[in-house]
């Protein structure tokens, strides 16, 4: 390790952090514009050319708001929470690559991820799980009932999809055959892992919406107690800190689930165009992230657009009783096929998705198949 790799790290850190908090402050414009197109609504359209300055007037108001500290919470915890929670949206996505191609700047070799390390997937659940203590420390340190209700309902929903979606991410695993996020992502030349494991990829993608509490999993948010959950005592920039992970989550979700999932930096090949063919050559890989990752969150709008929330007890159950014994059906699966094809046939590879898509069809049918009899009996 030398003082040019350390300085290395912490501008690319530094760069991809500034990155992240522009995106959120953006990310709300883009989620209330296409949430008004799917409500047929006009959306922000007052400060700026198209509402553009709307996150600049929205973080000038959290600047300004007034702040105070319940009488009896915990001070030191109350205002550490929404930084410890936070903290695990920033870093999560150090070990994504962006890019395959490096490029030379002050006579050094700039590769398109922060940190490369063989275990990859490890880092990413293990920094996922770290998120659950600023939400039930936000909660608890409140001294307020109904945030401490929100915190442990959102740290029980918490936990109980990360099974699942650390399951989801042991199919990508045999997949490829490696933690390591950049083999992870070339092994996906041949075709992305969606291709290969669809439900895989569906589990993923439900688990991490419960992960970041989004609709329809939004279950702190409790209507029927008029309170905001886990922040209710929240103002000013604290609950801009924890807005602000909610976002910043969500963009790394989508980042993870590109390249895991969808090719990641992977496409068609630009570099053989005329003029501008050199320059692409370099900035293609992150052209397609970015795209990928717009395309994604897009879809965690319209699902929030579409979808109603559930009964607590009914989210509860679909992930223990659905989700978790899917994955691990997935999982045998999953290795089945590559055993398979790398013994009897190579057709046998696809196999894989075949039998996923029908695991996953019994487990549709067995769900409706409760939902009908619970409104059989009270009936």
């Known amino acids: 390790m030398t003082l040019g790799n350390v300085l290395e ?4 850190g530094l760069v991809w952090v500034l990155i ?5 402050a953006y990310l709300t414009y883009y989620e209330r514009r ?26 000038i108001k959290l600047v300004f708001k007034e702040e105070f500290i319940p009488a009896r919470a915990d001070k030191l915890l109350f205002i550490l929470a929404p930084i410890i929670t936070l903290t695990p949206a920033l870093v999560i996505t150090a070990v994504v690559p962006f890019g395959n191609e490096p490029f030379l700047l002050f006579g050094r070799t700039i590769t398109w991820q922060i940190a490369d390390i063989n275990v990859g997937v490890l880092y990413i659940m293990s920094i996922a799980s770290i998120a659950v203590y600023g939400i039930v420390l936000a909660g608890w340190s409140s001294n307020n009932k109904y945030a401490m209700l929100g915190g442990l309902r959102s740290t029980a929903q918490m936990i109980s ?22 083999d992870i992502v070339e092994a996906q030349r041949q075709g992305w892992f969606l291709l290969l494991q669809p439900v895989g990829m569906a589990i993923f993608l439900i688990a991490t919406l419960a992960e970041v509490n989004r609709a329809p999993f939004d279950m702190p948010e409790a209507e029927q107690e008029l309170a905001a959950g886990y922040h209710s005592e929240y103002g000013g920039m604290k609950f801009a800190l924890l807005f602000m ?22 496409g068609p090949d630009l570099s053989g165009l005329p003029v501008v063919g050199g320059f692409l050559k370099y900035v293609q890989g992150p052209i397609y992230m970015f795209l990928k990752v717009f395309i994604l969150l897009f879809g965690m709008i319209w699902v929030r657009a579409t979808l109603p929330r559930i009964r607590y007890d009914r989210l509860m159950a679909f992930g223990w009783k659905i989700l978790l014994p899917l994955s691990l059906a997935l999982i045998f699966v999953t290795a089945c096929g590559i055993l398979l094809a790398q013994d009897v046939d190579p057709l046998f590879r696809w196999s894989i998705p075949l039998a996923s898509l029908v695991a996953g069809f019994l487990a549709i049918l067995g769900m409706y198949q409760t939902l009908r009899r619970k409104e059989h009996a009270r009936a």
């Not at 790290?9 to 690319?12: A, D, E, H, N, S």
């Not at 992240?20 to 959120?24: E, K, N, R, S």
């Not at 999809?161 to 950049?182: K, N, P, W």
Request: glycine residues 12%; contains cysteine.
């Open 9 to 12: 790290w912490l501008i690319k």
């Open 161 to 182: 999809y990360e099974l699942a979606l650390g399951l989801s991410f042991v199919t990508v695993i045999l997949l490829a055959g490696s933690t390591r996020m950049i």
């Open 245 to 266: 992970a909610e976002y910043d989550k969500m963009i790394a979700i989508c980042t993870i689930a590109a390249a895991l999932f969808f090719g990641g930096y992977l």
């Open 34 to 59: 296409a949430l008004a197109r799917i409500q047929v609504r006009i959306g922000p359209n007052r400060a700026g050319p198209f509402g553009l300055l709307q996150p600049i007037a929205d973080a």
């Open 20 to 24: 992240l908090l522009g995106g959120f």
